[in-house]
């Protein structure tokens, strides 16, 4: 046995080793001896670990539900918590180089995906179970004047295998959560490119996507800093608000495809913390993942354009920037004015078309409008009514006005062709 002193001082790999030959056992570096103790429970090893198995299966129900092979892995761990015991009772019951590295021995035993199929939770309640098993055995355990030593002995040790199992348990968070990390950059990379839905559909799936409807996708600037964090936030906010997120840092965009939002401009707005200074546009709601590309390719497209409206709002729908979309160059914007708008005007009559011109020539005055045109003002306010009941836009209203004005405009330049009737020949003839 080693002497008091020679214990004190034995703080090396040598040290250690002579220290496990014979058998010194500490409650701390130093302190009081335990000798025959650890005989004990050394011959009772395989007992307790039976035991505390046969106790997580009579308390705890979920334990019991447990496939074979992870309950195999649970026994594994609970054999390997006993082996750890009667090691760092060697080592010196609590010694600071050696108490980390046998605890975290326990959970190596087992696979890792034992921390993806057991929560923290369940966890510590194994751990309750085990210790339990073993302060109960203390009495039997223990040599004669050795249990109260013992039992502060297993309290030390139980709190070091706590923090074991919350170091698995956070790697394991880790390692998940750079995956999924990478994930969701590929899969919103994925959305942005047009990739088929095949592929979305297998990235998401290995996310765990519910892909429940409505799905959008919002755009702006992100925070900085690093992207673990920042994806942290939207997920937090998202949780809050029950709503299924996917997130991806692009460059200085941040770039989140929410699903199951009733209303996604809502639901973006309570997300605003997650983004940087900025506007936030938000791409029109479509029924899955599948179609998500054309709300995330709206929302890029207005995202681009949204400093051309100071005033916007925040978050603000990507469907209010056409007129700045269009005008940076948004093909898909052109298109929606032109179809929307100014066709819609041109199918509902020329005297509509007439009145907003001859609204807009007259600086949006009711009496000029209505002298250019030889008509009632009355008429012009009719009109004017009109044109909002058809498209959606009052011209009244000066940020409509300016929609209207743009959809004029590009009506003009790329005017609707129409459709003539169908040759003899069988072959569609379009007017050119």
């Known amino acids: 046995m080693i002497a008091h002193d020679g214990t004190r001082r034995g703080f090396g790999r040598g040290a250690r080793r002579g220290a496990c030959q014979a058998r010194a056992v500490g409650t701390e570096p130093g302190g009081t001896q335990l000798p025959a103790t650890l005989r004990r429970i050394e011959r009772a090893a395989g007992a307790l670990a039976t035991a505390s198995v ?27 918590g006993v082996r750890s015991l009667v090691q760092w009772l060697r080592d010196g019951g609590g010694r600071a180089d050696s108490t980390q590295e046998v605890s975290d021995e326990v959970f190596a035993i087992a696979p890792q995906a034992l921390a993806r199929s057991i929560s923290l939770q369940q966890t510590v309640a194994l751990i309750k179970v085990t210790i339990d098993v073993v302060e109960e055995q203390v009495p039997h355990l223990a040599a004669d004047g050795e249990e ?3 039992r502060e002995v297993v309290l030390r040790f139980s709190r070091e295998i706590a923090f074991a199992s919350a170091r698995a348990y956070a790697r394991a968070a880790e390692v998940r959560g750079n995956w999924d990390a990478r994930l969701q950059a590929l899969l919103v990379d994925a959305l942005l490119r047009g990739d088929s839905s095949d592929v979305l559909a297998s990235r998401a799936a290995a996310l765990g996507w519910a892909d429940a409807p409505p799905v959008a996708v919002a755009v702006g600037r992100s ?121 819609t ?32 003002p009355n008429t012009v306010r009719y009109r004017l009514r009109r044109i909002a009941e058809v498209t959606g836009l009052s011209p009244l209203i000066p940020r409509d006005a ?9 009506g003009r330049l790329d005017p609707v062709t129409p459709v003539l009737p169908t040759p003899p020949g069988g072959g569609r003839a379009e007017a050119r």
């Open 402 to 410: 300016f929609a209207l004005q743009v959809a004029l405009t590009v």
């Open 148 to 150: 109260q030593q013992l």
């Open 54 to 80: 046969a106790r997580m299966d009579e308390t705890l129900p979920w334990f019991r539900a447990l496939p074979a092979d992870q309950r195999s892995w649970v026994t594994l761990v609970a054999q390997a």
């Open 345 to 376: 005007l041109v199918r509902s009559g020329g005297e509509l078309l007439e009145t907003l011109d001859a609204f807009f020539a007259s600086g949006g005055v009711l009496e000029s409008t209505a002298r250019a045109l030889f008509v009632h």
């Open 223 to 343: 925070p900085g800093g690093e992207v673990a964090a920042v994806l942290h936030t939207v997920y937090r906010l998202a949780r809050r608000i029950r709503v299924g997120v996917i997130g991806g840092v692009h460059g200085d965009r941040l770039v989140v495809v929410l699903g199951g939002a009733a209303d996604p401009l809502a639901a973006t707005d309570k997300l605003l913390p997650a983004f940087g200074d900025g506007p936030v546009v938000v791409g029109p709601a479509v029924p899955s993942l599948d179609e998500a590309t054309e709300s995330a390719r709206s929302a890029l497209a207005g995202y681009r354009a949204a400093p051309a409206w100071p005033a916007a709002p925040r978050p603000v729908e990507a469907a209010a920037l056409l007129p700045e979309r269009a005008l940076a160059g948004d093909a898909e914007a052109r298109r929606r004015l032109r179809q929307d708008y100014y066709a």
